[in-house]
């Protein structure tokens, strides 16, 4: 037993590594693939507006932001000269608690803009995908098609993107308000909201190859949770990638043609 418990955490590490490498993978597709280039460039663009208008609101928002988060602390005061010794301390990590909050905050909205980037290019990101799937499989991509079935495959796309970012806001929606209303819950529904990030993010970016698969929800779960870690790494990674200027901008490609290829080897 104790053997078979010590091969399960190898499996989970060797897992975990396979995720936080499918982001490498899918750029090294992409750098390898010119003919795909030019699709890629749509999403960057979608999403270098959609991350500078976020940043500049955010910016101008600061102030209240900052203001809002600090309300939910407490406020601690030096009764005596000697007090000062641990309210001192106290007071500056309730500076940085604040501040760390307000970081989240960007964080969050980051997440967001590109998540409605991805949104608008879901069109773009859909045939990158069936290209990619198509490459890997060595068989030939039609680039052509009636406008008919064009138009009707555009719809689909923008449909299946929008159920996916309304389910995510609702789950957002629900923690942040827990997290309002019960006084400290957001020390819990914090990490909560970010851990949530983590694993639809995986969803997400496979979610074109899983939608031409016909693949439910349920089964999207069940596969979610079969391959937890190697989720994980490849959410863990797609988090901290949406989070660095600049790289934000670049990876949403390379990202889908992870998902794709993960899908690929991996079908639910």
Same mark, same amino acid.
């Given at each position: 037993?104790?053997?078979?418990?010590?091969?399960?955490?190898?499996?989970?590490?060797?897992?975990?590594?396979?995720?936080?490498?499918?982001?490498?993978?899918?750029?090294?597709?992409?750098?390898?693939?010119?003919?795909?280039?030019?699709?890629?460039?749509?999403?960057?663009?979608?999403?270098?507006? +959609?991350?500078?208008?976020? !940043?500049?609101?955010?910016?101008?928002?600061?102030?209240?932001?900052?203001?809002?988060?600090?309300?939910?602390?407490?406020?601690?005061?030096?009764? !005596?000269?000697?007090?000062? +010794?641990?309210?001192?301390?106290?007071?500056?990590?309730?500076?940085?608690?604040?501040?760390?909050?307000?970081?989240?905050?960007?964080?969050?909205?980051?997440?967001?803009?590109?998540?409605?980037?991805?949104?608008?290019?879901?069109? @773009?990101?859909?045939?990158?995908?069936?290209?990619?799937?198509?490459?890997?499989?060595?068989?030939?991509?039609?680039?052509?098609?009636?406008?008919? +079935?064009?138009?009707?495959? $555009? @719809?689909?796309?923008?449909?299946?993107?929008?159920?996916?970012?309304?389910?995510?806001?609702?789950?957002?929606?629900?923690?942040?308000?827990?997290?309002?209303?019960?006084?400290?819950?957001?020390?819990?529904?914090?990490?909560?909201?970010?851990?949530? $990030?983590?694993?639809?993010?995986?969803?997400?970016?496979?979610?074109?190859?899983?939608?031409?698969?016909?693949?439910?929800?349920? !089964?999207?779960?069940?596969?979610?949770?079969?391959?937890?870690?190697?989720?994980?790494? @490849?959410?863990?990674?797609?988090?901290?990638?949406?989070?660095?200027?600049?790289?934000?901008?670049?990876?949403?490609?390379?990202?889908?043609?992870?998902?794709?290829?993960?899908?690929?080897?991996?079908?639910?």
């Amino acid at each position: 037993m104790q053997s078979d418990a010590g091969w399960g955490w190898v499996r989970s590490l060797r897992s975990l590594r396979e995720g936080v490498l499918m982001l490498m993978e899918g750029v090294r597709f992409l750098r390898r693939e010119r003919r795909l280039w030019t699709l890629s460039l749509i999403p960057m663009l979608f999403a270098l507006c +959609s991350v500078a208008v976020a !940043a500049t609101l955010f910016w101008l928002q600061l102030e209240e932001i900052h203001a809002f988060w600090v309300a939910f602390l407490p406020v601690i005061e030096a009764e !005596a000269w000697w007090s000062w +010794s641990w309210v001192g301390p106290g007071r500056l990590l309730l500076w940085l608690l604040g501040w760390l909050a307000v970081l989240g905050s960007f964080a969050a909205s980051l997440v967001a803009a590109l998540l409605l980037a991805n949104l608008a290019s879901a069109p @773009f990101l859909d045939r990158l995908s069936q290209r990619v799937e198509a490459i890997a499989s060595g068989r030939e991509f039609e680039l052509e098609g009636s406008a008919g +079935s064009l138009l009707s495959e $555009t @719809f689909k796309s923008f449909a299946a993107e929008l159920r996916r970012l309304v389910f995510l806001a609702g789950v957002w929606l629900v923690l942040s308000v827990v997290g309002v209303v019960i006084p400290g819950a957001h020390f819990v529904t914090v990490p909560m909201l970010i851990a949530t $990030t983590i694993l639809f993010l995986p969803l997400e970016y496979a979610g074109f190859a899983l939608d031409r698969r016909g693949v439910s929800f349920r !089964a999207r779960r069940d596969w979610l949770l079969d391959n937890l870690s190697l989720m994980f790494g @490849f959410g863990g990674v797609a988090f901290v990638a949406c989070l660095v200027p600049g790289l934000n901008l670049l990876v949403m490609p390379a990202q889908v043609t992870a998902g794709t290829l993960l899908v690929a080897r991996r079908t639910p």
